[in-house]
């Protein structure tokens, strides 16, 4: 199968993220051993100019001309990815002669929840596995969930010299909710204290634990006068 490099492979606009990657054979583009990579986008929450994407790149693996698919799984795609964010584009280029890397970008999200890791189905690619093994192998996030990293990876049992190898893979994937709506702030009057309970006050954010944001009691004061 035949696949471009130097280009993005998947790649969402801006304020948008993605959710769902899958390789597949498509012979509009000229010839039924023709792949693209198609996928879904999520729209995300509006982010302030101080906090902007990051573009970030898997280590230069050296590769060659008839390599298994298998050797991929030295590519773990997202794994730089700052705490807060999820991915909007990624590409497989080249970075030395004979060598590739995965280049991604990890943009920031308002109020994004908790994630979690989902894995594919073993899958047998054989000795000579090419691309369209990929196939079998989609990453599918949950509804209103980004997609923040990946990893394709690989079992290959040894064999005797000369024998047929047997190798298996799978994606692990790790998935994001994505908030349904800003986050916003509303100020109200003076806090009545009298007959409230122990728990009850003015809470702020102060950081976020796996994406969950933490808040902490800070009497009377508002939250803005925090900032």
């Not at 204290?193 to 702020?204: A, F, I, L, P, Q």
Request: hydrophobic share 30%; with cysteine.
């Amino acid at each position: 199968p035949y696949t471009t490099l130097f280009r993005s492979l998947s790649s969402c606009s801006a304020q948008q993220v993605l959710s769902n990657v899958a390789f597949q054979q498509d012979a509009s583009c000229g010839n039924s051993d023709f792949f693209r990579y198609k996928y879904t986008c999520s729209n995300i929450v509006a982010i302030g100019v101080t906090a902007a994407c990051e573009t970030k790149n898997t280590r230069c693996v050296a590769q060659t001309k008839n390599a298994h698919l298998w050797e991929l799984d030295k590519h773990d795609v997202g794994a730089g990815c700052p705490t807060g964010t999820v991915m909007q584009r990624f590409r497989y280029k080249s970075c030395r002669p004979n060598s590739y890397m995965y280049e991604y970008t990890c943009c920031p999200v308002q109020g994004l929840g908790s994630c979690s890791n989902i894995e594919s189905e073993w899958g047998e690619v054989g000795e000579h596995s090419d691309l369209a093994a990929l196939g079998n192998h989609r990453l599918e996030c949950p509804r209103d969930h980004g997609l923040r990293r990946f990893l394709l990876e690989a079992q290959v049992p040894e064999v005797a010299k000369d024998a047929q190898l047997q190798g298996e893979v799978r994606y692990i994937y790790s998935c994001c909710a994505l908030p349904f709506a800003p986050p916003v702030e509303l100020l109200t009057g003076p806090l009545e204290t009298k007959g409230r309970e122990s728990w009850e006050g003015v809470y702020c954010p102060k950081g976020r634990t796996e994406g969950i944001p933490d808040f902490e009691e800070i009497g009377r004061a508002s939250c803005r006068e925090r900032v």
